[in-house]
């Protein structure tokens, strides 16, 4: 199975859905990593152009310890917008190389826009990727793909449907957003949040709701030709 992540910024997919994209990896399953944004202004001190760099080699970092493709998509940090065209056809163009099965991304309605607006931008690139009269440098694909939401920040207002244990996955969770080192200090100094305690004890806490020791829980995009006939999530 192929298996399309898509986050707003490098460590939003590794901080609500790196267990499961580890596990996929583990069974054998091919698994695509991309960035919206670059990330260019989440720091204190760290100028833009510098910090877009690191970002980007911290992203690589943690997605080669699952062996999974990163992408950049191109946008810039707070300025994700689903109405950007030239973003959306890049999307659309990833979707069409990758030929996932599944497709994992923000909720439509987590607590800052980039998020928001990502998972908006994967609705509609979904579909614009069926469309044959399209172009871009991929051919079209015509399979219309569930996606997934990865649960809300802090689990605010979320209620999954689908749980994920991640029990034998957590250690490697936790190793891919140790990677995102720029990060782990901007949260502390921003937020006052240790990000990798954080998601120890939020998996924890899921895995406790369905009794298992580490889990991830998602919700599917129950909308006209995207909900699941079956099982996607491992």
Request: aromatic share 10%.
């Amino acid at each position: 199975m192929v298996v399309l992540a898509v986050g707003a910024h490098p460590d939003d997919l590794e901080s609500a859905c790196g267990g499961t994209l580890a596990k996929y990896s583990r069974l054998g399953n091919k698994v695509f990593m991309v960035h919206a944004s670059n990330g260019n202004v989440g720091h204190r001190v760290i100028p833009p152009e510098e910090l877009a760099a690191i970002r980007a080699e911290e992203a690589r970092k943690a997605g080669a310890l699952i062996g999974a493709e990163v992408i950049y998509l191109g946008g810039r940090d707070l300025y994700v917008r689903s109405e950007d065209m030239e973003l959306r056809n890049k999307l659309v163009d990833i979707i069409r190389y990758s030929k996932p099965d599944i497709i994992i991304t923000h909720n439509p309605d987590d607590y800052m826009d980039d998020h928001n607006e990502t998972s908006k931008l994967v609705f509609e690139a979904s579909m614009a990727a069926t469309v044959t009269h399209l172009h871009t440098d991929h051919e079209f694909y015509g399979k219309l793909t569930p996606i997934y939401y990865m649960e809300k920040v802090a689990g605010i207002n979320s209620s999954p449907t689908e749980f994920v244990d991640i029990s034998e996955d957590i250690e490697t969770k936790l190793k891919m957003l140790s990677q995102h080192e720029s990060q782990l200090k901007w949260a502390k100094e921003h937020d006052n949040i240790d990000f990798l305690e954080t998601a120890r004890v939020f998996s924890r806490f899921r895995g406790y709701q369905c009794n298992v020791a580490y889990a991830e829980g998602f919700t599917y995009c129950m909308q006209f030709h995207k909900m699941p006939v079956k099982r996607y999530l491992p």
